[in-house]
């Protein structure tokens, strides 16, 4: 049941249930909100306990007040910004959607392209598209079929599907196709020209990861193998001659650090690469 404060949080926020639809997550804004809240309060009762113990134990009873106040302030601070970083999550599935479609857009286009050429009425081409194994493109365009078994008009289930679509080049092809369902322009060509388009925006974004990734080799040759080893050596040959003493728990350290590093260039490698099927 909501409470007022979920109510305010979800008037507030009018295109929520639209994100919710594009994420896939079958949940209403209030529980969603609702979840956020419980969660976002958790997180900071938890922290604030934390903080409390530790001014209690650094500074004393004599100042119970202060701390409390500054407790009660961290607590305020750390709930709205948990509450946003747990609201936000909902970008991340629909980022996530995104990918998978993007991945098999262009495939599943050509193959309504196919279909279309070789005389397949329109709606059998949706149909075997959305049998076809294309991962998640297949998977949006089952939701359009579904929509028009339904008893939805082809018309207004491409148009809701586009509007819910996490994916700008999915969100293009579908509006292409009503309009020329709408106009009676050949479905075909409209298709074909669409498709030629997305195929080319794709090698611009292969071309460009491409530039990218020679800058950024060059960056990880530097900074995570050249320096680091050479680095080393020379710290460890000159800690012989100034008396310094290394241990094991020194090595321990650098091991841990050139991990992190390691992880950080290969996070950053995997954030840059397009994520498209040619």
Do not use: C
């Not at 295109?15 to 994420?23: C, D, F, N, T, V």
């Not at 599907?161 to 999915?170: I, Q, W």
Request: glycine fraction near 6%; charge should be positive; avoid cysteine.
């Amino acid at each position: 049941m909501a409470t007022p404060l979920v109510n305010v949080l979800v008037r507030s926020q009018p295109g929520l249930r639209r994100k919710l639809r594009m994420a896939r997550l079958n949940v209403d804004p209030e529980e969603f909100v609702n979840r956020s809240v419980k969660i976002a309060t958790g997180v900071s009762v938890v922290f604030s306990l934390l903080l409390f113990m530790l001014l209690d134990k650094l500074r004393g009873r004599a100042y119970l007040s202060q701390n409390a106040l500054l407790v009660v302030l961290f607590f305020l601070v750390m709930w709205f910004m948990a509450y946003l970083f747990f609201m936000n999550t909902v970008q991340v599935y629909i980022r996530r959607q995104e990918q998978l479609l993007n991945r098999d857009v262009l495939f599943v286009g050509r193959y309504m392209l196919i279909k279309l050429q070789s005389g397949v009425p329109f709606y059998q081409a949706l149909i075997d598209a959305a049998n076809g194994g294309f991962g998640g493109a297949s998977k949006f365009v089952r939701e359009i079929v579904d929509d028009i078994e339904l008893g939805t008009p082809i018309e207004q289930a491409l148009n809701t599907a586009a509007d819910l679509s996490p994916s700008n080049e999915f969100r293009q092809i579908l509006w292409q196709i009503n309009a020329a369902l709408r106009s009676g322009v050949d479905v075909t060509e409209t298709l074909k020209g669409i498709l030629s388009e997305i195929a080319s925006h794709q090698v611009i974004e292969v071309e460009r990861y491409g530039k990218k990734l020679s800058t950024l080799s060059l960056f990880y040759m530097l900074g995570a193998v050249i320096v680091p080893s050479l680095g080393l050596t020379l710290f460890v040959s000159f800690s012989g001659f100034l008396g310094l003493k290394i241990t094991f728990g020194h090595l321990l350290v650098v091991l841990f650090g050139l991990t992190f590093l390691q992880f950080m260039f290969l996070s950053l490698f995997r954030t840059i690469r397009p994520n498209v099927n040619l």
